[in-house]
């Protein structure tokens, strides 16, 4: 299966590749999977009055995987919480023309963003 | 236990049921995790024979058709039951759960969130072993397959109680501790990377 080239890009030069402090009040967390093949992703934020200005992401699994965590990362930085919450998979897909049986991994992203941002609320008394 | 492919002239292929036999029926066993090995190669290569196109190369087209696609549907059986884990995955798929659709009823169960988390510090553990050499590789690899015989060990059992579920969930356990397990190989192999 031939990967596009922003695939190619994402997956060999991953931005935003490492870790945030998880304890700390302004860090929100996702970590979710893919049962299906094994693949496992964390992404997390910094968020500043109600604007992410950091985020992270650490994802084991296929080029297709690590490429939407990285594109997520890289979309949500200076975002605000609620347009973040507002990414859809399909979006993700259509930026790095992922093929049918990799959509799945664009929806790996997508629940990362959101997991992420709910224990952000969830850290904050979940307001929304 | 029914066999057929003995009976069969070599120009008389009934396309009946195609689309409806599962593997076991397939090959003439039980529907279960436990088989008769023997007896799964014996049907195996008895219908090859009987199914073979080459058997059929005389015929009409209709019959040409069916044994050709009677013989993928063999192979295919032959394949998955053949091996453990196909077969256990397979069973469960019998039972309504398609470990490989992420659908979220009829799909994968996704484990706990417990599981996720410790999942990726394991990783995080791996990635500092890469620098402290071979042995502490070695030992982590030992480790995950005694885990990964673990958890297949419940899928078995929940298979042979017929919980479907149960055995679904350490099926997908055991998919994510392979993968962990290909990347420490991976690791092993490639000592050198950062």
Same mark, same amino acid.
């Given at each position: 299966m031939a990967y596009s080239d922003k695939v190619i890009d994402h997956y060999e030069n991953?931005?935003?590749?490492g870790s945030l402090?998880?304890?700390?009040?302004?860090v929100g967390t996702g970590i979710v999977g893919a049962p299906a093949c094994g693949d496992v992703m964390k992404l997390q934020i910094r968020v500043e009055d109600d604007v992410i200005t950091d985020a992270k992401f650490k994802t084991y699994g296929c080029g297709s995987a690590i490429a939407s965590s990285s594109l997520v990362t890289e979309w949500v930085k200076g975002m605000k919480i609620g347009d973040a919450m507002q990414i859809k998979n399909s979006q993700i897909a259509e930026e790095l023309s992922l093929p049918p049986v990799k959509i799945h991994c664009s929806v790996l992203a997508e629940d990362a963003i959101k997991a992420a941002i709910a224990d952000y609320q969830k850290k904050h008394g979940a307001s929304e | 236990m029914t066999v057929a492919a003995e009976s069969q002239s070599a120009s008389e292929l009934d396309p009946g049921l195609e689309g409806a036999l599962d593997h076991f029926a397939r090959l003439g066993l039980e529907r279960?995790?436990? $088989?008769?090995r023997d007896a799964l190669e014996d049907n195996y290569l008895a219908r090859s024979r009987s199914d073979h196109p080459d058997r059929h190369a005389g015929a009409d087209a209709r019959t040409r058709r069916v044994a050709l696609e009677r013989s993928a549907a063999n192979n295919e059986a032959y394949r998955v039951l053949r091996d453990p884990v196909r077969r256990a995955e397979y069973l469960v798929k019998l039972g309504? $759960?398609?470990?490989d659709s992420s659908d979220p009823q009829t799909g994968a169960p996704h484990p706990e969130q417990s599981f996720l988390i410790e999942m990726i510090e394991r990783r995080d553990r791996l990635e500092e072993l890469t620098t402290g050499g071979e042995d502490a590789l070695a030992e982590l690899r030992d480790e995950v397959d005694e885990e990964l015989d673990a958890v297949f060990a419940t899928a078995v059992d929940a298979l042979d109680g017929g919980d479907t579920q149960a055995a679904a969930a350490a099926l997908v356990q055991r998919r994510y501790l392979q993968r962990f397990l290909d990347e420490i190989d991976a690791a092993i192999d490639s000592p050198n990377q950062p």
């Open positions: 991953p931005r935003n590749v402090d998880k304890s700390e009040d302004e | 279960g995790w436990r $088989i008769d309504g $759960i398609d470990l």
